[in-house]
Structures are given as structure tokens and as C-alpha cells.
Nanobody, 120 residues
């Protein structure tokens, strides 16, 4: 199986910066995509940013130019650098990976979520 461990959430003022990190472990054969999603109270869970094993990145329009997703440790670690944070960025942020493990078909795995609060 695959486990995802997140870190870096917290409270920050508008215009500030925060860096989220996620590390994948377990019986991993291949990681195809690492992504960050977020979900605010009463709203659906939306994609924030993703990066594939080939290095292709994708960002939600609302975060382009402010957030940067990056990989390390042969794709098993993903970070989200968040700059110029706005109150509307407040949400629970979830790490996600689409991966193949030794015992299961390709599927999505989710981290536990980390709270990001942007307030003045």
C-alpha cells in the first residue's frame, strides 16, 4: 500500500507565504501523479496543482503565479510553495497520488489533510 504524510499547514496573514510538503511511502512500484487538492467548508474538493512523473505541471486558475508545485526524492515527495496568500485560500489541503503498489491496481491515495488558514 501507499501512505502519504503531510506537513506545513498553519495560520498565516494575507500576503504571507506557506510551504506544504507530502511524502509517500510503502510498497510503491510507480507514482504517476502527485497533486494537492483543497476543500473549504460547504464546498467541493478542487484540484489546486499537480505534477506528473514526466514533470508536467497543472494549476488551478485561482493560484497561477502564486503557487508552485515541485518534486523531490524521485517523485516520492511533493511540495507546494504558496505565496501571496489570500483569505479565499483558506481550506483543508489534501495530498493525493495516483500510484501503483505491489498488491493493488493503479488507484488514488489521499493524505489526512492539513488546515491552511489565511486571516487578517
Amino acid at each position: 500500500q501507499v501512505q502519504l504524510v503531510e506537513s506545513g499547514g498553519g495560520l498565516v496573514q494575507p500576503g504571507g507565504s506557506l510551504r506544504l510538503s507530502c511524502a509517500a511511502s510503502g510498497s510503491i512500484i510507480s507514482i504517476y501523479t502527485m497533486s494537492w487538492y483543497r476543500q473549504a467548508p460547504g464546498k467541493q474538493r478542487d484540484l489546486v496543482a499537480s505534477v506528473t512523473s514526466l514533470g508536467i505541471t497543472n494549476y488551478a486558475d485561482s493560484v497561477k503565479g502564486r503557487f508552485t508545485i515541485s518534486r523531490a526524492n524521485a517523485g516520492k515527495t511533493v511540495s507546494l510553495q504558496m505565496n501571496s496568500l489570500k483569505p479565499e485560500d483558506t481550506a483543508v489541503y489534501y495530498c493525493n497520488t495516483r500510484a501503483l503498489s505491489s498488491a493493488t491496481p493503479v488507484r488514488d491515495y489521499w493524505g489526512q489533510g492539513t488546515q491552511v488558514t489565511v486571516s487578517s
